[in-house]
């Protein structure tokens, strides 16, 4: 079955320090990985996808398929960044089916 | 301003009686969504059209009917609200392709009292 975990509800930092959220999946075939992010009082939007190998807002993200995770880092936390973050698969053959985790609150504290 | 676009914001009902939220995109794109975040932010897939044909129907009472008049558009009518209804409901959109990026709505927040 198509899972995904973020088993942190709420992660806490202080701002200029590390920060990794953390993002596990179950699937069998060949996923597409996806974190997206939810400001307060915004809509969900997507940050990054692992197929771009980009950097966004200072965010990376690897896809380890070994140990099937897709964790989210940024070396220097801002405030900026406080928000909701989601991680999200999607199957082969399932356009726009976005298996969503429960999603994690950072909070960045000055 | 292109985007997508949910009305209304905000939706407080009592049990028994029957809603619509409304979702239009200018995006262009042939495919569109609705999710379903609960007390728990916990995001869930409902309905997804393309073209106007749905694609995916998942588990979700038959009281939640989709429809879409056009490929802009994708209303969500629900008959006999219950509390446990209470959520945010998002509309999206996205190209149909297995990693077009989903933009979302601002959300519905339902209120079922």
């Known amino acids: 079955a198509q899972r995904v975990t973020q088993p942190e509800k709420l992660l806490s930092v202080f701002k200029g320090a590390p920060v990794e959220l953390k993002c596990n999946y179950s699937y069998s075939g060949s996923p597409e990985l996806f974190w997206y992010v939810q400001y307060s009082r915004q809509r969900l939007q997507l940050l990054l996808r692992h197929i771009s190998r980009e950097s966004i807002k200072g965010f990376t993200a690897d896809l380890n398929k070994g140990e099937t995770s897709f964790h989210l880092k940024k070396p220097f936390a801002q405030e900026e960044d406080s928000a909701m973050y989601y991680c999200?698969?999607?199957?082969?053959?399932?356009?726009?089916?976005?298996?969503f985790g429960k999603g994690t609150k950072l909070s960045v504290k000055p | 301003d292109t985007a997508v676009s949910q009305t209304p914001k905000y939706l407080v009902t009592q049990m028994g009686n029957d809603k619509s939220i409304k979702c239009e995109q200018n995006l262009g794109h042939d495919t569109m969504y609705w999710y379903k975040q609960d007390s728990k932010k916990f995001l869930k897939i409902m309905f997804s059209y393309n073209n106007k044909e749905l694609i995916i129907n998942e588990t979700v009472p038959n009281r939640f009917s989709p429809k879409s008049p056009d490929k802009a558009h994708l209303n969500l009518h629900i008959n006999s609200l219950e509390l446990g209804d209470s959520a945010v409901y998002f509309c999206?959109?996205?190209?149909?392709?297995?990693?077009?990026?989903?933009?979302f709505g601002n959300g519905t927040r339902l209120t079922v009292t």
């Open positions: 999206a959109s996205s190209e149909w392709i297995r990693n077009s990026p989903l933009h």
């Open positions: 999200a698969l999607s199957g082969l053959g399932s356009q726009g089916n976005l298996i």
